[in-house]
């Protein structure tokens, strides 16, 4: 009985429940019976033993997989075997860590002008601000511009109202998202947003057919000259980049702003950092890299050990699995625990404590510890494919907020996640351009 309520529960508040889960069975427990198995792991260990284990053992396209409704059937997300490791090599030849270096200047004048925004909203005095959807657009315009470069990013505005519909299919209860074909119901909805995706990406292929842009850094246009997917392939992973590029980051950037401004002494210290990165702000910003920006990214790890996007990820077992010592049968679901490894009180002192520093410096069996216990982007083969540009991307954001704007915190209380994990309430701080006195608005 109370396996049902977990089952139940689990998609609904997938947070406060993997914890109860944790708490009361330990942190490996096998949930269900027959057709509707689930596996909960939480040691990092186990966790970690699971990504060692051969691809093939496991599946992303399985029964639970609501996804393929939005990211296509072709895309990375719920496709297996051959077809996924041809799509992961093609798509994988577009994050290169030189492309990743090229998208720097960008991320920095994006950033720039979501701050220039930001600044004369405030017109000079100190208000309260949502820095969620602010942060949204931005990551958004950095995903469109990765992906298409300039004219891709100008359709940004249809693209985003696209994904809100998109990301209210994902919020709702695990049961609503059936694929249950009621006319004017969420699935057909989402269904025509998806269509609105593919015209807008489908037109940036045709224009590209006829008249390449010759830019390098341009992904959508490296995997439509290697000529290694179909067009439909294509359009599958352009649309799930933009969806990964958007949900997780965004969320991700909210936590990162609201624990850093919340930390006494923190936001001094990442300022003075990016000061001495950057060179003062009226100098203008020569391209620089991420390179000194070092407690800016401790800074994003320490937020993503905490708050990672998503309780727990997902795959299908296809065939008994040994891990940690643990027999897993086949046809069982999987749900492995980011969140849960990045508190475990066995791995982390004080886990539940925000401090950058934690990562500074470790002996070599912290940094064994934390290189199994720190997994927001997954491991193994199905790894995050995005990872380098989030961590960039995030430490960049970060720095230059930090040096442009003064933020504080509005409440003391750390808020609870939402099902998709972002912050319940949003990202409320009330900021002022560093260095000016603010009047209280
Ligand atoms: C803070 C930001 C991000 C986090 C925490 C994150 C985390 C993850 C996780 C946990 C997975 C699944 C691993 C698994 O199932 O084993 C994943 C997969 C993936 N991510 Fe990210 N992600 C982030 C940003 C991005 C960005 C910016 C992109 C690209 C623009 C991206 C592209 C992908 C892709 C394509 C996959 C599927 C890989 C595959 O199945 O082969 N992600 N990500």
Request: charged share 25%; proline share 8%; hydrophobic share 40%.
């Given at each position: 009985?109370?396996?049902?309520?977990?089952?139940?529960?689990?998609?609904?508040?997938?947070?406060?429940?993997?914890?109860?889960?944790?708490?009361?069975?330990?942190?490996?427990?096998?949930?269900?019976?027959?057709?509707?198995?689930?596996?909960?792991?939480?040691?990092?260990?186990?966790?970690?033993?699971?990504?060692?284990?051969?691809?093939?053992?496991?599946?992303?396209?399985?029964?639970?997989?609501?996804?393929?409704?939005?990211?296509?059937?072709?895309?990375?997300?719920?496709?297996?075997?051959?077809?996924?490791?041809?799509?992961?090599?093609?798509?994988?030849?577009?994050?290169?860590?030189?492309?990743?270096?090229?998208?720097?200047?960008?991320?920095?004048?994006?950033?720039?002008?979501?701050?220039?925004?930001?600044?004369?909203?405030?017109?000079?005095?100190?208000?309260?601000?949502?820095?969620?959807?602010?942060?949204?657009?931005?990551?958004?315009?950095?995903?469109?511009?990765?992906?298409?470069?300039?004219?891709?990013?100008?359709?940004?505005?249809?693209?985003?109202?696209?994904?809100?519909?998109?990301?209210?299919?994902?919020?709702?209860?695990?049961?609503?998202?059936?694929?249950?074909?009621?006319?004017?119901?969420?699935?057909?909805?989402?269904?025509?947003?998806?269509?609105?995706?593919?015209?807008?990406?489908?037109?940036?292929?045709?224009?590209?057919?006829?008249?390449?842009?010759?830019?390098?850094?341009?992904?959508?246009?490296?995997?439509?000259?290697?000529?290694?997917?179909?067009?439909?392939?294509?359009?599958?992973?352009?649309?799930?980049?933009?969806?990964?590029?958007?949900?997780?980051?965004?969320?991700?950037?909210?936590?990162?702003?609201?624990?850093?401004?919340?930390?006494?002494?923190?936001?001094?210290?990442?300022?003075?950092?990016?000061?001495?990165?950057?060179?003062?702000?009226?100098?203008?910003?020569?391209?620089?890299?991420?390179?000194?920006?070092?407690?800016?990214?401790?800074?994003?790890?320490?937020?993503?050990?905490?708050?990672?996007?998503?309780?727990?990820?997902?795959?299908?077992?296809?065939?008994?699995?040994?891990?940690?010592?643990?027999?897993?049968?086949?046809?069982?679901?999987?749900?492995?625990?980011?969140?849960?490894?990045?508190?475990?009180?066995?791995?982390?002192?004080?886990?539940?404590?925000?401090?950058?520093?934690?990562?500074?410096?470790?002996?070599?069996?912290?940094?064994?510890?934390?290189?199994?216990?720190?997994?927001?982007?997954?491991?193994?083969?199905r790894n995050c494919l995005g990872f380098a540009l989030a961590q960039i991307e995030l430490s960049l954001i970060l720095a230059r907020f930090a040096q442009r704007l003064r933020l504080e915190p509005v409440g003391s209380e750390v808020p609870q996640p939402t099902?998709?994990?972002?912050?319940?309430?949003?990202?409320?701080?009330?900021?002022?351009?560093?260095?000016?006195?603010?009047?209280?608005?």
């Open positions: 009985m109370a396996q049902v309520g977990y089952l139940r529960r689990l998609f609904t508040q997938p947070h406060r429940v993997i914890q109860e889960i944790n708490d009361r069975h330990g942190p490996v427990v096998l949930l269900g019976a027959g057709p509707a198995r689930l596996a909960i792991l939480g040691d990092p260990a186990v966790i970690s033993d699971l990504f060692t284990e051969p691809t093939e053992s496991f599946r992303w396209n399985h029964r639970f997989n609501t996804l393929a409704q939005w990211v296509g059937e072709d895309s990375l997300l719920t496709s297996d075997g051959a077809d996924h490791r041809r799509r992961r090599r093609a798509v994988q030849a577009g994050f290169s860590r030189r492309r990743i270096s090229g998208w720097i200047p960008m991320i920095r004048r994006e950033t720039d002008a979501s701050i220039d925004r930001l600044v004369e909203s405030l017109d000079g005095t100190r208000a309260t601000v949502d820095l969620y959807p602010v942060g949204r657009s931005l990551v958004l315009e950095i995903v469109l511009q990765v992906l298409g470069g300039p004219r891709l990013a100008q359709r940004a505005p249809e693209v985003d109202a696209q994904l809100r519909m998109l990301q209210d299919f994902i919020e709702l209860p695990a049961l609503r998202q059936l694929p249950l074909p009621i006319p004017g119901g969420p699935r057909a909805r989402v269904q025509e947003a998806r269509r609105t995706l593919d015209r807008i990406v489908d037109d940036e292929i045709a224009r590209i057919r006829i008249n390449p842009d010759g830019d390098e850094r341009n992904v959508l246009e490296s995997l439509v000259t290697a000529g290694e997917l179909t067009d439909a392939e294509i359009r599958d992973q352009v649309i799930t980049l933009i969806g990964a590029g958007y949900d997780p980051s965004s969320a991700s950037l909210a936590w990162i702003l609201l624990r850093a401004a919340a930390t006494p002494g923190l936001w001094d210290r990442l300022a003075e950092e990016a000061d001495a990165a950057f060179g003062p702000v009226e100098d203008g910003t020569p391209p620089g890299t991420s390179g000194s920006l070092d407690l800016a990214d401790r800074t994003v790890r320490e937020s993503l050990r905490l708050h990672p996007p998503g309780a727990f990820g997902a795959r299908e077992t296809v065939v008994d699995v040994i891990a940690g010592g643990y027999r897993i049968p086949r046809h069982t679901l999987v749900a492995w625990s980011t969140h849960l490894a990045g508190r475990d009180p066995q791995y982390w002192s004080d886990p539940l404590r925000f401090d950058p520093d934690r990562h500074l410096n470790p002996t070599p069996e912290q940094a064994a510890l934390a290189r199994m216990a720190w997994i927001p982007y997954g491991g193994g083969s099902r998709r994990s972002r912050p319940q309430g949003g990202a409320p701080l009330r900021g002022t351009p560093r260095g000016e006195t603010p009047v209280d608005r």
